[in-house]
């Protein structure tokens, strides 16, 4: 089956700084890649929806500026915190799917990323 | 306003039973259902889905039920092994591209 590979699966940092979490699709052409983020015993709530080639759309509450997203290429989209803060720790969750007429209904994850920012 | 619901936060079941976790949706303007499984600190893996032209689908232990006209769908587990015990997560897609709107989940525990 597809598979989504999501890099660091986990990173500790200082506040202030940023962190970039990479989404890559290893055996397709991920023309959308979605950013989730769970909070602990929480449900997975759909951050960002970023199609190659163009500005990511974001869900409402969430800040553009904060959560940078670029998808550069058809296999990957990354995800810079910027000037993380301790309510920024969570478990960030990438996944992806192809183009349009494609039969990938079932979006592959990522392993997801446990940033916790100190 | 939360379209996708999984009241059951918990479930503990006995191996060899059935575990069924159920779900709950207001938006009728989804068409199609997903099942994934998620361990902790790791991405949901995909279990099983369905269309909303369809009201069951089987696949070896697992089968989705859909009820269309009370917006409910389950998820049967039989039989109920240990290695079943995760975070199940019911999800939703509407008819406009492949987003995904995430149930709560429900943790089942299976006791060997």
């Known amino acids: 089956g597809a598979v989504v590979s999501q890099h660091p699966s986990r990173v500790i940092c200082k506040s202030g700084t940023s962190v970039k979490i990479e989404c890559r699709s290893l055996?397709?052409?991920?023309?959308?890649m979605f950013w989730y983020r769970q909070f602990p015993k929480q449900s997975l709530m759909l951050m960002a929806t970023?199609?190659?080639?163009?500005?990511?759309?974001?869900e409402q509450g969430v800040e553009k500026d904060k959560f940078l997203i670029n998808h550069a290429s058809l296999t990957l989209s990354t995800l810079t915190v910027t000037s993380a803060h301790p309510e920024d720790s969570s478990f960030y969750i990438c996944?992806?799917?192809?183009?349009?007429?494609?039969?990938?209904?079932?979006?592959?994850f990522g392993s997801g990323t446990q940033l916790s920012v100190l | 306003d939360q379209q996708v619901k999984q009241n059951s936060p918990s479930l503990s079941v006995q191996e060899g039973r059935i575990s069924i976790l159920n779900c709950d949706y207001t938006?009728?303007?989804?068409?199609?259902f997903l099942w994934y499984k998620k361990y902790p600190a790791e991405g949901p893996t995909f279990l099983i889905s369905?269309?909303?032209?369809?009201d069951k689908n089987e696949d070896g232990r697992f089968t989705v039920f859909l009820n269309k006209s009370a917006k409910h769908l389950s998820l049967h587990i039989v039989p109920s092994q240990p290695g079943d015990s995760a975070v199940y997560f019911c999800?939703?897609?509407?008819?406009?591209?492949?987003?995904?709107?995430f149930g709560g989940g429900t943790r089942l525990m299976v006791k060997p």
């Open positions: 996944s992806a799917s192809g183009g349009a007429g494609s039969t990938n209904e079932k979006l592959f």
């Open positions: 055996d397709f052409q991920a023309t959308t």
């Open positions: 970023s199609n190659e080639g163009s500005k990511a759309t974001y």
């Open positions: 938006n009728s303007m989804f068409d199609y």
């Open positions: 369905i269309s909303s032209i369809k």
């Open positions: 999800a939703a897609r509407g008819n406009a591209g492949n987003m995904l709107t």
